[in-house]
């Protein structure tokens, strides 16, 4: 299986920061990567797949890069409704395994 | 606009099959890959397994040997049961669609499921 590693686990930032997420793939997996916001109670929503690619209705502020085995999901200026956790994916191939997530909260 | 919304029992004994529906409104079952995660409380997400166009399926090795997934297209549902659950399957399990873009868009809102005597 492929495992994801996300750096940091929880990371503490005020409105209008600059945060950056990263996720490390334990070998290539393309740009078959995606990100999820999620909060509490809540399913995960789609923000980035295709490493880089903005779903419809995501803001703008929310930015991802990345190939083969590195990754990063930046969001430009945190916004109140931000504060979430975010989580990677990968769809290179079978099992699909997620990143371990990190919790962004109110500095 | 495609809403998926999970149901089944919140509580099941250990040793015992949960089984869980995720009936889809806004869109047909058919020709889409749909997949079930789950998320023990405070824990990340699992991928179960996927099944498609009715019948292809794949599971997570993990969890083959329990897995059994189904689509109803008369009831526009897909059905999970996963046998002799312990404790550690207590989460909230969620169904999705991959677009056509394969990747998930849609979820569904989740249902926690607890094991427990």
């Known amino acids: 299986d492929i495992q994801l590693t996300q750096s940091p686990s929880f990371l503490s930032a005020s409105v209008g920061d600059r945060v950056t997420i990263t996720c490390r793939a334990s070998?290539?997996?393309?740009?078959?990567l995606a990100w999820y916001q999620q909060k509490p109670g809540t399913a995960p929503r789609l923000l980035i797949y295709a490493a880089s690619t903005l779903q419809s209705g995501v803001p703008s502020r929310f930015s991802g890069s990345g190939s083969g085995t590195e990754f990063t999901l930046t969001i430009s200026s945190l916004q109140p409704e931000d504060f979430a956790t975010y989580c990677c994916q990968h769809l290179n191939s079978y099992p699909l395994t997620f990143g371990g997530g990190t919790k962004v909260e109110i500095k | 606009q495609v809403q998926l919304q999970e149901s089944g029992p919140g509580l099941v004994k250990p040793s015992e099959t949960l089984s869980l529906t995720c009936t889809v409104s806004?869109?047909?079952?058919?020709?889409?890959?749909w997949s079930w995660f789950r998320q023990p409380p405070g824990k990340g997400l699992e991928w179960i397994g996927y099944?498609?166009?009715?019948?292809?399926?794949n599971y997570n090795p993990s969890l083959r040997s329990r897995v059994t997934m189904s689509v109803d297209t008369s009831k526009n549902q897909i059905s999970l049961r996963l046998s002799s659950v312990t404790a550690a399957d207590t989460a909230f399990y969620y169904c999705?669609?991959?677009?056509?873009?394969?990747?998930?868009?849609?979820w569904g809102r989740g249902t926690l499921v607890t094991v427990s005597s």
């Open positions: 806004g869109g047909s079952v058919s020709t889409y890959y």
């Open positions: 099944i498609y166009d009715s019948g292809i399926t």
């Open positions: 070998q290539g997996i393309s740009s078959y």
């Open positions: 999705a669609r991959r677009d056509n873009n394969g990747y998930y868009c849609y």
